[in-house]
Protein backbone atom coordinates (compact mmCIF):
# COMPACT_ATOMS: atom_id res chain seq x y z
CA UNK A 1 0.00 0.00 0.00
CA UNK A 2 1.09 3.36 -0.53
CA UNK A 3 2.88 5.36 2.04
CA UNK A 4 0.97 8.85 2.10
CA UNK A 5 3.36 12.02 3.03
CA UNK A 6 1.04 15.40 3.04
CA UNK A 7 2.54 19.00 2.95
CA UNK A 8 4.79 20.08 6.23
CA UNK A 9 2.30 23.15 6.29
CA UNK A 10 -0.35 21.00 7.35
CA UNK A 11 0.71 19.47 11.14
CA UNK A 12 -1.05 18.21 13.94
CA UNK A 13 -4.00 16.34 14.80
CA UNK A 14 -6.27 17.21 11.91
CA UNK A 15 -3.50 16.12 9.29
CA UNK A 16 -3.22 12.54 11.50
CA UNK A 17 -6.90 12.43 11.09
CA UNK A 18 -6.83 12.83 7.39
CA UNK A 19 -4.18 10.73 6.50
CA UNK A 20 -6.10 7.98 7.98
CA UNK A 21 -8.79 9.15 6.19
CA UNK A 22 -7.39 9.00 3.09
CA UNK A 23 -5.31 5.40 3.52
CA UNK A 24 -8.62 3.84 5.18
CA UNK A 25 -10.18 4.83 1.42
CA UNK A 26 -7.44 3.46 -0.76
CA UNK A 27 -6.92 0.15 1.14
CA UNK A 28 -10.80 -0.35 0.35
CA UNK A 29 -10.08 1.46 -3.36
CA UNK A 30 -7.43 -1.22 -3.59
CA UNK A 31 -9.75 -4.44 -2.33
CA UNK A 32 -11.93 -3.33 -5.03
CA UNK A 33 -9.50 -3.43 -7.85
CA UNK A 34 -7.81 -6.86 -6.57
CA UNK A 35 -11.40 -9.04 -6.15
CA UNK A 36 -12.13 -9.47 -9.87
CA UNK A 37 -8.09 -10.87 -10.29
CA UNK A 38 -8.55 -12.88 -7.05
CA UNK A 39 -11.62 -14.55 -8.75
CA UNK A 40 -9.61 -15.96 -11.72
CA UNK A 41 -8.06 -18.60 -9.44
CA UNK A 42 -10.02 -21.84 -9.09
CA UNK A 43 -8.63 -22.84 -5.43
CA UNK A 44 -9.56 -19.21 -3.90
CA UNK A 45 -12.38 -17.80 -5.72
CA UNK A 46 -16.05 -17.56 -4.56
CA UNK A 47 -17.93 -20.86 -5.04
CA UNK A 48 -20.46 -19.00 -8.04
CA UNK A 49 -17.53 -17.89 -10.04
CA UNK A 50 -16.01 -21.43 -9.32
CA UNK A 51 -19.01 -23.08 -10.97
CA UNK A 52 -18.93 -20.66 -13.66
CA UNK A 53 -14.81 -21.56 -14.11
CA UNK A 54 -16.20 -25.55 -13.94
CA UNK A 55 -18.69 -24.47 -16.76
CA UNK A 56 -16.01 -23.13 -18.85
CA UNK A 57 -13.27 -26.24 -18.68
CA UNK A 58 -15.95 -28.62 -18.80
CA UNK A 59 -16.15 -29.80 -15.57
CA UNK A 60 -19.29 -31.60 -13.81
CA UNK A 61 -19.64 -31.58 -9.89
CA UNK A 62 -21.11 -34.64 -8.94
CA UNK A 63 -23.34 -35.55 -6.12
CA UNK A 64 -21.47 -35.14 -2.78
CA UNK A 65 -17.51 -34.10 -4.24
CA UNK A 66 -15.57 -32.16 -1.09
CA UNK A 67 -15.53 -29.17 -2.32
CA UNK A 68 -11.62 -29.04 -2.03
CA UNK A 69 -11.44 -31.58 -4.37
CA UNK A 70 -13.77 -29.85 -6.76
CA UNK A 71 -11.53 -26.86 -6.42
CA UNK A 72 -8.56 -29.25 -7.16
CA UNK A 73 -10.48 -30.44 -10.80
CA UNK A 74 -11.39 -27.23 -11.65
CA UNK A 75 -8.11 -26.12 -11.54
CA UNK A 76 -6.15 -29.09 -13.47
CA UNK A 77 -9.00 -29.45 -15.43
CA UNK A 78 -6.72 -28.65 -18.49
CA UNK A 79 -3.79 -30.69 -17.63
CA UNK A 80 -6.05 -33.82 -16.63
CA UNK A 81 -7.51 -34.05 -19.98
CA UNK A 82 -3.93 -33.99 -21.59
CA UNK A 83 -3.07 -36.75 -19.20
CA UNK A 84 -6.22 -38.93 -19.70
CA UNK A 85 -6.25 -42.30 -20.88
CA UNK A 86 -1.96 -42.73 -20.56
CA UNK A 87 -0.92 -45.19 -17.75
CA UNK A 88 1.67 -42.30 -17.01
CA UNK A 89 -0.95 -39.90 -16.96
CA UNK A 90 -3.43 -41.43 -14.53
CA UNK A 91 -0.67 -41.38 -11.82
CA UNK A 92 -0.22 -37.45 -12.41
CA UNK A 93 -4.35 -36.87 -12.37
CA UNK A 94 -4.31 -38.58 -9.18
CA UNK A 95 -1.29 -36.63 -7.57
CA UNK A 96 -3.14 -33.15 -8.53
CA UNK A 97 -6.13 -34.27 -6.72
CA UNK A 98 -4.30 -35.45 -3.68
CA UNK A 99 -5.20 -39.20 -3.53
CA UNK A 100 -2.19 -41.51 -3.12
CA UNK A 101 -2.14 -44.05 -6.18
CA UNK A 102 0.72 -47.13 -5.13
CA UNK A 103 0.40 -48.79 -8.75
CA UNK A 104 -1.21 -49.43 -11.85
CA UNK A 105 -1.14 -53.00 -12.89
CA UNK A 106 -2.63 -54.23 -16.33
CA UNK A 107 -3.48 -57.86 -17.58
CA UNK A 108 -3.26 -59.51 -14.07
CA UNK A 109 -3.43 -63.31 -14.56
CA UNK A 110 -6.73 -64.77 -13.24
CA UNK A 111 -9.23 -61.41 -14.21
CA UNK A 112 -9.59 -60.88 -18.29
CA UNK A 113 -7.07 -59.14 -20.47
CA UNK A 114 -8.65 -55.30 -20.37
CA UNK A 115 -8.87 -55.07 -16.39
CA UNK A 116 -6.85 -52.37 -15.23
CA UNK A 117 -6.19 -52.86 -11.14
CA UNK A 118 -5.45 -49.56 -9.20
CA UNK A 119 -3.41 -50.10 -6.38
CA UNK A 120 -4.44 -47.84 -3.63
CA UNK A 121 -3.31 -47.40 0.34
CA UNK A 122 -5.82 -49.20 2.83
CA UNK A 123 -8.71 -47.06 3.34
CA UNK A 124 -8.56 -44.62 0.91
CA UNK A 125 -11.29 -47.20 -1.04
CA UNK A 126 -13.66 -46.41 1.68
CA UNK A 127 -13.33 -42.40 2.29
CA UNK A 128 -13.20 -41.72 -1.90
CA UNK A 129 -15.11 -44.39 -2.85
CA UNK A 130 -17.68 -42.69 -5.44
CA UNK A 131 -14.98 -40.11 -6.01
CA UNK A 132 -13.04 -42.81 -7.33
CA UNK A 133 -15.31 -44.38 -9.10
CA UNK A 134 -16.02 -40.97 -10.95
CA UNK A 135 -12.26 -40.15 -11.89
CA UNK A 136 -12.05 -43.67 -13.50
CA UNK A 137 -15.01 -42.89 -15.56
CA UNK A 138 -14.21 -39.73 -16.42
CA UNK A 139 -10.12 -39.37 -17.16
CA UNK A 140 -9.71 -43.47 -17.67
CA UNK A 141 -9.22 -45.54 -21.11
CA UNK A 142 -12.81 -45.91 -22.67
CA UNK A 143 -11.74 -49.91 -23.55
CA UNK A 144 -10.75 -51.07 -20.52
CA UNK A 145 -12.85 -51.80 -17.25
CA UNK A 146 -11.06 -50.77 -13.77
CA UNK A 147 -11.13 -52.15 -10.91
CA UNK A 148 -9.82 -50.93 -7.10
CA UNK A 149 -7.48 -53.06 -4.71
CA UNK A 150 -5.79 -52.03 -1.59
CA UNK A 151 -2.91 -53.10 0.29
CA UNK A 152 -2.16 -52.73 3.55
CA UNK A 153 1.28 -52.54 5.99
CA UNK A 154 2.29 -54.11 8.88
CA UNK A 155 5.21 -54.06 10.88
CA UNK A 156 7.47 -56.89 11.17
CA UNK A 157 9.72 -58.14 13.41
CA UNK A 158 12.76 -60.98 13.11
CA UNK A 159 14.87 -61.49 15.54
CA UNK A 160 17.79 -63.92 15.04
CA UNK A 161 19.65 -65.70 17.51
CA UNK A 162 22.00 -68.46 17.92
CA UNK A 163 20.82 -72.24 18.53
CA UNK A 164 22.78 -75.20 19.66
CA UNK A 165 24.84 -76.93 16.91
CA UNK A 166 24.33 -80.76 18.18
CA UNK A 167 23.02 -83.61 15.92
CA UNK A 168 21.62 -86.60 17.06
CA UNK A 169 20.93 -89.42 14.87
CA UNK A 170 18.74 -92.22 16.14
CA UNK A 171 18.41 -95.67 14.87
CA UNK A 172 14.89 -97.61 15.20
CA UNK A 173 14.26 -101.14 13.89
CA UNK A 174 10.91 -102.91 13.04
CA UNK A 175 10.63 -106.04 14.66
Known amino acids: MIDLKLPFWLNGPELDKLRRAALSWWTRAEGWMRWPLGQLDPLTCAEPM???????RRVVRFRGEPLPLYRRRVKHAYANAKDSGQTAGFFRIFD????????????VDPVDWDVILLVLPDG???????VLDFIVQEYGRTCRRYRLGGTDTAGVFIAAGETGHTW??????LP
Open 50 to 56: LDLLAYQ
Open 96 to 107: RLGIPLLDQRER
Open 124 to 130: ITSEYGA
Open 168 to 173: YYDHAE
